[in-house]
């Protein structure tokens, strides 16, 4: 029997909604911590005497984590399992934040945000691939959408804490100097949910859908009976299948090759290797790089609006799109800045982007029976596709330089030309995953 099939049997229940909360924590978590990366660095420059090049450094220290561990853990996570992954990366997390909160020297601050981008990373590829593997088919789509909903609550919490972290420093201030260490807050709230979400997911078996690739059918079997046992209130004995079709992937005899190889180290790196290059074969080459392109021209997000915040922190000038300041605290220009209406303004339009994020996250939840495109099992390719969109992210930070407007403009027509490049991918709507 299809894998897909005995999960269609087994049914929604217990087991699904409790690991959409758990994963749901650790993407709440991984949304709080990247959203609080731009907003803690602002404040960070009057804490620590952070430079200007520092902070484009950190920026660009923690994109740099969050690129390699996207493909690398995600890669490793296809041999060693989602349930190991999702757990070491939400204790790196921790350790990352739990070091950023109490840092007191720039160097603790590159460590601690470039383990944190390790992290964040890994655990993006794995708690996505998680879910669609445990889901039915027939709501698969609707499950990953809900853990981009618990991304955009994220950035919600993200920035109404850091706004409201913006009005004591006002009445902190002493004289010409005042120390702002009031960031430290985003790291820790981010630190103890990655914390809890570990907690929790050490409860949790392994995926059965890794376990039957892995050759491990009685496993997968054992797994998949306790599943059905916990979802309908039955005794393991009635599971009604007792066989599992095996998994059929593009490439069975490189797959293979993977088995062979005893170190798990270099079974991983090996693996990673493969799957890399079985995704330009003939078969899907096109859907490849359709995915690299859609996932660049979306470059991840939130990076123009936060180079905005920037902007109107440090200089007050949103005629030059780049982060090109310091600490904003120089006597009488501190309270300036505290009642602007551009740094009012720049929390509002975050606020806003959060919450059309909910409307369109609903719509696609709503509109799950409609033809969707292809969704990736393997981590490795998840990971792979989003290694351009973190380069151009890196590249922004570091070199852009325009008008503000214009730049919106050019951003959104790389939004439209993504909506364009996803007519590209096959259309697996109610169809069985494919590795």
Sequence with gaps: MLFDDVLEQIGEGIFQKFAIIVCGLATLAEAIATT??????????????????????????????TLISGYWLGGISDNSGRKYILSTTSIITFVACFVASFSQCVIMLFVSLFMLGLGLGGNHCATRVFIIEISPKSCRGARFIILEVFSALGYSLAIGLSRLLVPPMARNLLGNYVRLNSWRVLFGLSGSLSIFSACLMSVFPASP??????????????????????????????????????????????????????????????????????????????????????????????VMLNIWLGVGIFSGNLNNCTLNGG???????????????????????????????????????IADKIPRKIILSKSTAYGFIKIYPKILLIFLSLFLKGNCKWSFITFGCFFISAGVMSSFLPNMNLEPMQD
């Design 36 to 65: 609080s990366v731009p907003f803690a660095m602002v404040l960070a420059s009057c804490d620590l005497d952070i430079t200007v090049h520092q902070i484009l450094g950190l920026n660009a220290t923690f994109l740099t984590g």
């Design 209 to 302: 859908r890794w376990l039957l690739g892995k050759k491990q059918e009685e496993d997968a079997l054992d797994i998949l009976r306790k599943i059905y046992a916990v979802n309908n209130v039955k005794h393991e004995e009635s599971f009604p299948v007792s066989h599992l079709d095996p998994i059929t992937y593009v490439n069975t005899r490189s797959e293979s090759h993977v088995y062979q190889c005893k170190n798990p180290m270099a079974r991983s790196f090996r693996s990673i290797r493969i799957y890399t290059k079985q995704l330009f074969t003939k078969k899907l080459i096109t859907t490849t790089l359709s995915s690299i392109l859609i996932n660049t021209f979306l470059f991840d997000g939130l």
């Design 327 to 365: 600490c904003p605290v120089a006597g009488d220009s501190f309270d300036e800045m505290c009642n602007s209406d551009k740094l009012e303004n720049l929390f509002k339009i975050n606020a806003y982007f959060s919450l059309c994020s909910f409307i369109v996250f609903l719509l696609l939840f």
